[in-house]
């Protein structure tokens, strides 16, 4: 039986959760990008071989590229978009020749995934990663002071959020904003954007489409995946998180059409998809099964997470088990795709809970050691369970 080939998110030697905790966590693969390499830059074979050597020493082996980011000028198709592509296709080509084979990566205007809380308490006393809405528009609407902010939610909202921001201390202001402009709130070493400096990088969107976004994508794809092809790659985009819009931009990668449409446009294996739970999972109406049965085969790497969903579009980190997405269902289809395709499937469990010793520790937002070491316990073992039902 094909079982997924068990992974882990290292952000490289300055990760405060080293290559011998993912050892003991039980993974096998590492996912990590070089991220000390500026955006846009090309990846050279030299550094793509000491990260891979650095993490072969420790007995493990590099499974997967989590991300090569996409430099904004692509996703806007201004400035100098066409040497970004360039670079972006040979870092691919690098990665191939190192062996390096599945590359991860995503279109989200701006900000990579979005949270307004890093530390949610729990009512154990663990804590965990959450969305808030009041704070969202608070930040949108009172702090950014976004042109044409209030065509985008209601009176009421515009209200609640108000009255939420005049709540909260200097401090907590300070770190509502510091959260959401660092744009990626998964590597401490995140550049975090001054308010004018994000405020110029939404603006360069001014009036943007979805549709037009969506070109921009698929002209970046009708480049790179021939690339991916040749060099026996396989690209997984992954999903917007949330799954729908901020800031009044577009996103592209929420639903099942979308990435329908981005299969359809480039049908070639290489142009795959990272099947991130709690990215689709945040929206009542995505199917995650049917998503699954759908796009089964173009599936090259996956994220299992559950998000517990709020009354007014706030959602919290649950446990990996126990949030909205129906994990038992969706890991039993996994693991059919597999044996379908005859192949394993590499899988990580997607950020975890903040508990025991770690609540002491400095690490990166939604990549603790011990809670993430607990989420690949229970689903390798939700895994083995299914199959042996079988
Ligand atoms: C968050 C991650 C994302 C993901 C990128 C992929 O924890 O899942 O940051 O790595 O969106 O490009």
Not at 156 to 182: G, M, P, S, V
Request: glycine residues 6%; contains cysteine; negative net charge.
């Amino acid at each position: 039986m094909k079982k997924f080939r068990q992974s882990w998110r290292w952000y490289g030697p300055d990760d405060p959760v080293s290559l011998s905790d993912a050892k003991q966590a039980g993974a096998t693969e590492i996912v990590t990008a070089l991220h000390h390499i500026p955006m846009g830059e090309i990846w050279t074979v030299r550094e793509i071989e000491k990260r891979k050597a650095e993490i072969e020493d420790a007995g493990l082996v590099w499974g997967v590229v989590e991300s090569i980011p996409v430099h904004e000028d692509i996703k806007t198709r201004s400035n100098n978009f066409q040497t970004y592509i360039n670079a972006y296709k040979e870092s691919i080509r690098n990665l191939a020749q190192v062996g390096v084979k599945i590359v991860t990566y995503n279109f989200m205007p701006v900000v990579d995934w979005t949270r307004t809380d890093l530390h949610f308490q729990l009512a154990d006393g663990s804590k965990a990663l959450r969305f808030g809405t009041k704070a969202m528009i608070a930040f949108d609407a009172f702090i950014l002071k976004r042109n044409g902010v209030e065509n985008d939610y209601s009176a009421q909202q515009l209200e609640d959020a108000k009255t939420y921001l005049a709540d909260l201390t200097e401090e907590e202001e300070a770190t509502l904003i510091r959260n959401i402009t660092a744009g990626l709130p998964g590597s401490m070493a995140a550049k975090t954007n001054s308010l004018d400096s994000f405020r110029a990088l939404v603006e360069n969107y001014k009036g943007m489409e979805a549709a037009t976004l969506r070109e921009h994508l698929l002209l970046f794809l009708d480049e790179i995946v021939p690339v991916a092809e040749v060099s026996s790659v396989r690209l997984a985009i992954h999903p917007d998180d949330p799954p729908f819009s901020l800031f009044g931009l577009p996103r592209v990668v929420s639903k099942q059409e979308d990435v329908k449409a981005i299969f359809d446009r480039v049908d070639s294996i290489a142009n795959g998809l990272c099947f991130c739970t709690g990215s689709f999972g945040v929206s009542p109406t995505n199917d995650l099964v049917s998503m699954l049965k759908e796009f089964g085969p173009r599936i090259h790497f996956v994220h299992l997470r559950a998000t517990k969903r709020e009354e007014d579009g706030s959602f919290y980190e649950a446990q990996h088990l126990n949030g909205d997405v129906d994990m038992y269902a969706v890991v039993k289809e996994l693991v059919n795709i597999q044996q379908t395709r005859n192949e394993s499937i590499p899988m990580r469990p997607d950020h975890g809970h903040v508990i025991l010793s770690d609540l002491d520790k400095k690490t990166n937002p939604g990549y603790s050691g011990i809670g993430r070491l607990k989420g690949l316990a229970e689903l390798r073992g939700l895994e083995l369970g299914i199959i042996k039902s079988m």
